[in-house]
């Protein structure tokens, strides 16, 4: 597992909300992730899943929704209800700009939020997008288990007895559940919000089997 390049926490700069929303419960544990959606990124989803949640976090997806707000402020409600953000920025190229959208939209969130970027190399990340030159980047090397690891080392405050080898346990664990729960749901893909949930779900029961993962509140689940 790769070490990453750095780890330090980013605080956002402050910014206006959309509207007034309740912080009250899992504010303080809530992580927004931004990512790639498709069939390629899903154990990158899985990841993130079992990561977070082990973590005692509350991981949260902007998946669609049926009313018919903008998705943008849906997007922008959603980050000023986490505490945290993380944007895997991997993708980004020809046609994957719309992380660097939601990036920039963290940054301009309260002063309370904090914003990491994530990528598979450092110099990828910057070379793809010159404006974030200085900006401290945790590297994944491009797998699952890099994810495991920068997420160990970004929230080391939080990861207590946790250990790599009990991380990547939760998040194979997971990742074998993933194909039934994706077959008993119908669904062509893992980002579709029932399926979100489930995984979720999942990921809470076997954190809480787990000797040495966090404890995350049953039943909290992060689709929105």
Request: aromatic share 6%.
């Amino acid at each position: 597992m790769r070490t990453p390049h750095k780890q330090r926490l980013f605080t956002g700069s402050p910014g206006p909300a959309s509207r007034p929303i309740s912080r009250e419960g899992t504010y303080d544990r809530s992580v927004f992730l931004n990512l790639a959606y498709g069939r390629s990124s899903e154990r990158f989803l899985i990841a993130y899943v079992a990561g977070t949640t082990a973590l005692g976090l509350v991981p949260v997806l902007a998946l669609d929704r049926s009313d018919s707000g903008r998705r943008l402020d849906h997007i922008q409600r959603m980050l000023h209800a986490c505490a945290y953000s993380l944007h895997d920025l991997q993708n980004v190229g020809a046609a994957r700009w719309n992380m660097i959208l939601e990036l920039s939209m963290a940054i301009g969130t309260n002063e309370g939020h904090r914003w990491l970027v994530l990528d598979s190399d450092y110099h990828r990340a910057v070379n793809a997008l010159s404006d974030l030159n200085g900006t401290d980047i945790s590297e994944h090397g491009g797998t699952p288990l890099g994810v495991l690891g920068a997420l160990l080392n970004i929230f080391a405050h939080r990861n207590g007895a946790l250990t790599t080898r009990a991380l990547e346990r939760i998040y194979k664990q997971l990742l074998k559940r993933s194909s039934s729960v994706r077959r008993s749901e119908g669904a062509k893909s893992l980002f579709e919000r029932r399926v979100f949930r489930r995984l979720v779900t999942e990921a809470t029961i076997l954190t809480q089997q787990s000797p040495l993962a966090g404890s995350p509140e049953p039943g909290k689940t992060g689709a929105s």
